[in-house]
């Protein structure tokens, strides 16, 4: 069963905007993480954010959990068209293994 | 130069066959595992291994069978029991169960 669920399914900004997507789970967790998929290519781990932990950067990127709302956002700020990609969360909620959403497709138009 | 490799980056096959894809690491990681992805959707976990000679069913391991006899490698068995296996498959390792997963640059199969 796919655990994690991405919000929206595809995004389509100008560069230089911002990007949000979102990620929301039903039960427990004990770390959320995103991925980044180029097309046709394998996942590329981008941040792990723990259950006690609120906030975390990565460069342009900043990540956020609410676990009182069982929901995760990936915020990708000042885009750039190398940015386009299919961005996944997964979890392991119920202390199973790292489980994946279906994704964002995001694209970065020039 | 560390990483995980996959092969055959395609891999065409006829019905009733079985194939093996292969997959190796060499970064150290104790764990490996199997996804499948088909076209426009998530990760689907078909099997994993949290040590070398012994592997779990993921959700969706019915049709594929997997060994564990080297740390490094972790090669993937479609059988042909199933029933739609044309698909993208991505191999991935990670230190310990939970922790960030390395992927490898996937195979895609197709089965005609």
């Known amino acids: 069963s796919q655990q994690g669920e991405e919000d929206p399914q595809a995004l389509s900004i100008q560069e230089g905007e911002n990007a949000t997507m979102n990620c929301s789970y039903k039960?427990?967790?004990?770390?959320l993480q995103w991925y980044r998929q180029n097309s046709g290519r394998g996942l590329v781990h981008l941040i792990l954010?723990?259950?006690?932990?609120r906030e975390k950067h990565s460069g342009r990127l900043r990540v956020t959990l609410d676990t009182s709302k069982k929901s995760s956002s990936l915020l990708i700020t000042a885009s750039r068209a190398a940015d386009t990609a299919s961005y996944f969360c997964a979890t392991d909620e119920d202390n199973n293994d790292m489980r994946f959403g279906a994704g964002t497709r995001l694209t970065v138009k020039p | 130069d560390g990483g995980i490799t996959q092969s055959p980056k395609y891999l065409f096959r006829k019905e009733g066959q079985n194939v093996t894809l292969s997959c190796e690491q060499n970064l150290n990681h104790d764990a490996m595992y199997w996804y499948r992805q088909d076209p426009g959707q998530g990760l689907r976990l078909i099997y994993y291994s949290q040590i070398v000679n012994d592997f779990q069913k993921g959700d969706i391991a019915e049709g594929y069978s997997v060994s564990r006899e080297k740390k490094e490698s972790f090669p993937l068995t479609v059988t042909s029991a199933q029933k739609n296996p044309t698909a993208f498959y991505l191999c991935?390792?990670?230190?310990?169960?939970?922790?960030?997963?390395?992927f490898g640059p996937g195979t895609r199969l197709t089965v005609t």
């Open positions: 954010i723990r259950s006690n932990e």
């Open positions: 039960t427990s967790i004990n770390n």
């Open positions: 991935a390792s990670s230190i310990g169960i939970r922790s960030a997963l390395y």
